[in-house]
């Protein structure tokens, strides 16, 4: 396998037509190292087990 597991925290904008982002403190996003392609969104105490 040439890319990773990587977790990030999970954004939305809450603004249509401006650019108004929050973070949701209760999740993260999982996503491809390699081409950034979101995973799965699990709750924020998820401890990855790889």
Do not use: C
């Amino acid at each position: 396998m040439d890319w990773t597991i990587e977790q990030n925290d999970v954004l939305f904008n809450v603004a249509p037509g401006a650019m108004h982002i929050r973070q949701h403190a209760d999740a993260k996003v999982l996503y491809r190292s390699d081409t950034f392609a979101p995973l799965s969104v699990v709750p924020n105490l998820y401890k990855p087990g790889f």
